[in-house]
């Protein structure tokens, strides 16, 4: 048995000169909302891709999910290649994914090369904790927390927008333009992280823990895998049962490993803090709580009015209701950065999971009309702008800033397990709830309520697990990129690792 004390960063944070601190933030946050297009990019084409692929729906339905798996796997890797060797190098490298998963998902005609497209896409899901991580290192203490704030908002912005975007290309374009649309936008987004965004000198170096890697982004392959599929295949099916059986066994081990290689990919002494473990806890329920309303509020819309229901609307409309969800988290930004830098970010996600918990609750007796659902959006979007912007800051706020990229993105990597329960959970909600119309199954309006009902009570489980955090400030533990005694380890044991 040996021991191995991690060293500190060889370069302070701010050893990098002085960026524009605006150009810095937006085109940070213009990266971030171009890779959160890619979510919604194929929805409005989704019903016709085995038309345009001439291949059944099962085979076509990877398109979505080929983008899931390889998100599960890209962010903790990007997140500590980019301590590593750099986060403005890595940013960059995500880009670039994104760009060439577009061009060939531009020039293909067939369900693989459409699939492999839209798997290097989803490799670019990065871009966010990485861009959050750079401005930790690079923009004064002052300015973080509206930062921060902004570029996490800027993954609902860009799932927002980029819905009624797509449905409108869709509608009136070759949906290959979709493609050629987003690899402009990543180029254009490169482009811009290249002339304006300086480079972190901050690096953790050593060696990358390919095991961690292996071993986690098998758990995480398996455990979506069987989220998304199970359904089809059957909850009780040998190839479900298997694939949660493997996921178990796959994250087992990566814990094991995870306390015994001297450079974790994700260190797991520093995930158990309270401040970080709860963090963490929140960002799976509020995942779930954030990705109801998309679950719910398109499909009202859009549902024909003899149900009673429904509003009769068209994709485009039903993304044009979406679109205020995105927008008012972007809107929020400044007034979560406030209060987060006057009362704590503990209080700032506090008061967003109540925000959220009385969107669902008004929803679950107003959707009767366009203008409710507005609303309701609008609500929601603004209690998870405001929980968004906090978490990252709790994450800064209790690991030293050489982990600062791995942290994040294990952080988003949470919210990303949490949204895709909430897409299990409510889809199976609205397969089971029905009612009858013609030869056809839809969801009923209490499927919907209980949908709702749901993400109020995660919103409220978010609630009572950030009151277990301990109340920081913020502005001193943003300091921290200059002062690492208040992250250090408060014993031996956290900052030993055994072999």
Known sequence: MSSTTSPPPTTPPQATKSPATTAVVVVLAFSGIVVSLMQSLVIPIIPHLPEYLDAPASDTAWAVTATLLAAAVSVP?????????????????SMALLVTGSVVGALSSSVIPLVAGRSLQGLAAGVIPLGISVMRDVL????LAGAVAMMSASL????????????????????????????????????????????????????????????????????????????????????????????IAAFGFWGWWELRTPKPLVDLR???RRQVLFTNLASIVFGFAMFAANMVLPQVVQLPEVTGYGLGGSMLTAGLVMAPFGIIMMLISPLSSRITNSRGPKVTLMLGAVVVAIGY????????SIWQLIVIAVIIGAGTGMAYGAMPALI?????????????SFNTL??????????????VVLAQMTISLGTAALP????????????????IIALVLAGFLPRVNTNARNKIGNDHTDVAPTSSKESVSTH
């Not at 609750?361 to 009767?368: D, E, S």
């Not at 800064?396 to 994040?408: F, K």
């Open 77 to 93: 890797t990007m997140g500590r290649l980019g301590d590593m060797f750099g986060k403005r190098r890595l940013l960059l490298i």
């Open 140 to 143: 004064p203490p002052k300015k």
């Open 156 to 247: 609902g912005v860009g799932g927002a927008l980029g819905l009624p975007i797509a449905a409108l290309i869709a509608e009136y374009a070759n949906w290959h333009v979709l493609f050629w649309a987003s690899a402009v936008l990543g180029a254009l987004a490169a482009g811009l992280v290249v002339v304006l965004v300086p480079e972190s000198t901050v690096r953790t170096g050593g060696t990358f823990d390919f095991g961690g890697a292996i071993s986690l982004s098998a758990a995480l392959i398996a455990l979506l895998l069987a989220i998304s599929k199970g359904g089809d295949w059957g909850w009780t099916s040998t190839l479900t049962l298997s694939l949660f059986g493997a996921s």
């Open 270 to 272: 520093v995930s158990i």
């Open 361 to 368: 609750g008004i929803g679950i007796f107003a959707m009767h």
């Open 396 to 408: 800064m706020g209790a690991v030293p800033p050489s982990e600062t990229g791995a942290a994040n």
């Open 414 to 427: 949470m919210r990303s397990l949490g949204t895709s329960f909430a897409s299990t959970i409510a889809g």
């Open 444 to 459: 009923s309006e209490n499927a919907f309520r209980v949908v709702m009902a749901l993400a109020a009570g995660s919103a």
